[in-house]
C-alpha cells in the first residue's frame, strides 16, 4: 500500500498541476482581529479572543540545570533546610536585584522635598483671611465704640463724670480681638522657632504646635488678667479696677491689630528675621508705653511717689511677660528633634 504525500492541487492557467507540501495551520491573535470589522469595540476583540483561544496548563521543565561551572556540581535549592548556611549568604545576598521578590525602590535620584512655607498652607492662609474679614466688618460696625474708646484712653475724665457704659456685643468685639491677638502671637512665635530651631519636631504636624502655643498665649493672657484683678481688688476699689480691665482689653486688642501685618509681612512677603525681630519690638514697646500711661492715670496720678508704679508695672506686666517668653522657650526645646 502506498501512501500518498498531503497535497493542495491548484489548477494554472494552462491547465497544468502544481503540488505544494501542505503547511500547519497556526491561529494567531492577529488573524482572528483581522476578521473582526473595523470599528469592533474592545469588548468585541476580547470576546472573538477568548472564544478561538483556551488557557492551558503550564507545565514547567522538569530538566536538571546544568548551568554550572564546568568541574562543579550543579546548583543546589535555597530552600533545602539542609542547605549550609554559607550558601544562602553571600555578598549580593541581600541585594534587591539578587532577589527580584523584593522591591527594588525608587527608580532615579530622590528630589529635595519642598520646604514647608506660610503661604503654601492652606489651612492657616484661609484662618487668617476669615480672621481679615471679621476684623474688618468688625472694625466697620463699630467705629463709634473705637471713637469713644480712643477719646477716653487718651483724655482724663474728670471725677464725678458718669461714664458711657460698653453694650454687650462691644464687649464680645474686645474679647473677639484678644482672640486674634492670641492666634497672632502663636503664629509670630513659630515663625521664629522654625526660623531659630528648624521645622524637625516630635509632632505629626505643625499645627499641633501651633495649637500648643496658641493654649499657651491665652493661658498667659488669662492669668494675666487674673493676677491684675486680685492685685487691683486688694489696692484700688471697684470703680477703678473696671476701668483698668476694660483698659487692659482695649490694649491688647490694639497690640493684635499692630501686629496683624508683621504676620502677613513675614508669612506672606519673605520680610528677614531681623526686621520682624525689630517691628515686634517696636511695636510691643508702643503697648507697653500705652499701658504705663493707663495704669498711671487711673490707680497713682493723685501719687507722686514714682517708685509704686514701677514695681507695679514690673511685677505685673514685665516678669508675666518674661516668665511666659521662657515656657515658649522651653516648650520648643523640648518638642525640638536633636540630631
Not at 507545565?59 to 554559607?86: A, E, F, I
Not at 486674634?180 to 509670630?188: C, P
Not at 505685673?316 to 516668665?323: N, Q, R, T
Amino acid at each position: 500500500m502506498i501512501l500518498q504525500q498531503d497535497s493542495i492541487v491548484h489548477e494554472s492557467t494552462g491547465g497544468q498541476v502544481d503540488s505544494v507540501a501542505a503547511k500547519p495551520f497556526v491561529l494567531t491573535p492577529k488573524m482572528v482581529l483581522s476578521w473582526l470589522p473595523r470599528d469592533a469595540t474592545p469588548a468585541q476583540q476580547d470576546s472573538a479572543i477568548q472564544a478561538h483561544f483556551k488557557p492551558s496548563e503550564v507545565r514547567w521543565s522538569q530538566r536538571p540545570d546544568t548551568l554550572h561551572l564546568p568541574g562543579h556540581d550543579k546548583g543546589r535549592n535555597m530552600l533545602d533546610v539542609q542547605l549550609p548556611q554559607y550558601y544562602k549568604e553571600g555578598f549580593f545576598s541581600k541585594d534587591s536585584l539578587f532577589h527580584p521578590e523584593l522591591p527594588g525602590g525608587r527608580v532615579g535620584v530622590a528630589g529635595d522635598p519642598i520646604p514647608y512655607t506660610i503661604h503654601g498652607d492652606n489651612i492657616i492662609t484661609s484662618i487668617l483671611l476669615v480672621c481679615f474679614v471679621l476684623l474688618v466688618i468688625s472694625l466697620s460696625n463699630a467705629r463709634n465704640f473705637i471713637v469713644r474708646q480712643v477719646k477716653s484712653f487718651l483724655y482724663l475724665s474728670r471725677e464725678g463724670v458718669s461714664e458711657v457704659m460698653e453694650t454687650s456685643d462691644e464687649m464680645h468685639f474686645l474679647e473677639f480681638l484678644v482672640f486674634l491677638t492670641s492666634f497672632i502671637l502663636a503664629l509670630l512665635y513659630y515663625f521664629y522657632s522654625v526660623e531659630a530651631y528648624g521645622d524637625t519636631y516630635v509632632l505629626e504636624s505643625q499645627y499641633y504646635l501651633i495649637a500648643i502655643y496658641m493654649g499657651m498665649t491665652v493661658a498667659y493672657f488669662l492669668l494675666k488678667f487674673m493676677v491684675y484683678s486680685v492685685v487691683n481688688v486688694t489696692l484700688f476699689d471697684s470703680k477703678r479696677n473696671g476701668q483698668w480691665l476694660k483698659s487692659l482689653l482695649f490694649i491688647t486688642s490694639l497690640e493684635g491689630t499692630l501686629l496683624f501685618p508683621l504676620t502677613m509681612l513675614w508669612g506672606y512677603y519673605d520680610l528677614t528675621t531681623q526686621n520682624a525681630v525689630i517691628y515686634f519690638v517696636i511695636a510691643l514697646a508702643i503697648v507697653k508705653i500705652l499701658t504705663i500711661y493707663k495704669c498711671y492715670v487711673i490707680f497713682f496720678r493723685r501719687n507722686v511717689v514714682k517708685l509704686q508704679i514701677i514695681l507695679y508695672f514690673c511685677t505685673l506686666e514685665i516678669v508675666p511677660l518674661l516668665a511666659f517668653w521662657g515656657a515658649l522657650e522651653i516648650t520648643a526645646n523640648s518638642l525640638k528633634i536633636n540630631f
